[in-house]
């Protein structure tokens, strides 16, 4: 076998039926990334019949005096199971970009080494864990496992099995959040290219890319019908209609309580009349904060996300809010809605990204617990590996701190 550039159509027949398959890995993320600074390849391993056994999306971008690094998003698309076929596609790799002034291909593959069990945090590993070994033994260069959201993607996220997903099952907390949204009114939609500019207002300070990143995400995957924008908003009049009667029908059963507390006082009755005091208090405020936003406008955007469908799986890319309306909930509301959207026509909904620690002192305790709201299954990734092609400018790249000055981050905003 040998190494070629693939032309786009061996590429995504190859790639189209690949277990490893993912979004990150297409001709459209590569189209993307052109726009944000990269070159890019398609590379392949063929046999003399030109059969592709291994294929990779491989993103070029420059590093200083000359030379470069490769990224291959989510890994290669290749067995890597297989050691003979893993240690030929990568010396052939190191061979291929030598001549290139590359210094070393940065790959973090879509592998689920354990599934991690959210109430005890222990880690059921599987036979993927082997392939540490496998990669290591090629001399590929493991980094550091990162529990935050330091590397390029998280090493840990949480996936939720659409066919199996139901409201009944989330936690009383999720649920009571996701009615409450409702109750204010709120509404969900799917937006055009438009609708981009609303979203980033909710997400600018999250990542640090400008809106045209996203309003270019939205353009390449719109093109394949493989991305949706959702807005979601308070239909203030709406609002207004719930608030009153809430609060009516909270005002009856006080009005009772207090009539039942004039004749005979028990602490069941009188916990219930103070628990019913406090309702009531808060739909008031309900009542007069509805008021005030229904003079504002009849429609107020307060989150949205923008999703890439990719055959039997969603992944929400990024999603926000307005933190002025965090009262009502439009993070809870909205993933909701997009999972109960998606679950007729696809399988898995990938929630992008959370934390391997699951203590109270995690600073993302926060959004970790928002995710597990939902249900998902939490996998561990096997992480980011340096397939090193020109030793000694990597040793010295590392060793001056370039590599982790490019490379190390926080993405990622606390919830």
Do not use: W
């Amino acid at each position: 076998m040998h190494i070629r550039e693939l032309t786009i159509e061996e590429y995504e027949r190859f790639v189209e039926n690949h277990p490893l398959r993912n979004h990150y890995q297409t001709t459209n993320y590569a189209l993307l990334m052109a726009e944000n600074g990269f070159d890019y390849e398609f590379i392949g391993s063929v046999d003399e019949y030109n059969k592709v056994y291994a294929a990779s999306l491989i993103l070029i971008k420059k590093l200083t005096l000359g030379y470069k690094y490769g990224y291959a998003p989510k890994g290669f698309i290749i067995d890597y199971f297989n050691k003979d076929l893993l240690k030929e596609f990568t010396d052939h790799l190191v061979l291929y970009y030598q001549r290139k002034r590359v210094v070393f291909i940065k790959i973090n593959p879509e592998i689920a080494i354990a599934e991690i069990n959210t109430k005890t945090s222990k880690k059921i590993y599987n036979q993927n864990i082997e392939i540490k070994n496998n990669l290591i033994d090629l001399g590929y260069v493991k980094l550091k496992d990162n529990l935050y959201f330091e590397s390029m993607v998280p090493r840990y996220n949480g996936i939720v099995n659409l066919k199996k997903f139901n409201i009944k099952d989330l936690n009383k907390n999720t649920r009571n959040k996701i009615k409450r949204g409702i109750e204010k009114g709120l509404k969900i939609e799917i937006a055009d290219r438009g609708g981009i500019d609303i979203l980033y207002d909710f997400i600018k300070r999250k990542r640090n890319k400008d809106s045209m990143y996203y309003k270019d995400y939205y353009n390449i995957f719109f093109k394949a019908n493989n991305v949706d924008l959702f807005l979601v908003s308070i239909d203030t009049k709406e609002y207004l209609i719930n608030a009153k009667n809430s609060y009516e029908k909270e005002l009856n059963d006080n009005e009772e309580l207090a009539n039942i507390l004039m004749h005979k006082k028990t602490e069941k009755d009188l916990n219930k009349k103070m628990n019913s005091d406090k309702k009531l208090l808060s739909y008031k405020n309900d009542v007069i904060n509805a008021k005030n936003t229904t003079s504002i406008s009849s429609k107020i955007y307060i989150a949205g996300a923008l999703v890439v469908k990719y055959k039997n799986r969603i992944n929400i890319v990024i999603s926000g809010y307005d933190k002025k309306y965090k009262k009502f909930n439009p993070n809870y509301f909205l993933h909701y809605e997009i999972l109960k959207y998606y679950q007729k026509y696809y399988d898995f909904a990938d929630l992008n990204g959370m934390t391997g620690d699951f203590t109270k002192e995690n600073p993302y305790k926060g959004l970790n617990e928002f995710k597990l709201g939902f249900k998902p299954n939490v996998y561990e990734f096997i992480g980011e590996y340096d397939l090193v092609i020109k030793h000694n400018i990597y040793k010295s790249m590392l060793k001056s701190g370039k590599l982790a000055k490019i490379f190390n981050k926080t993405d990622i905003k606390k919830k």
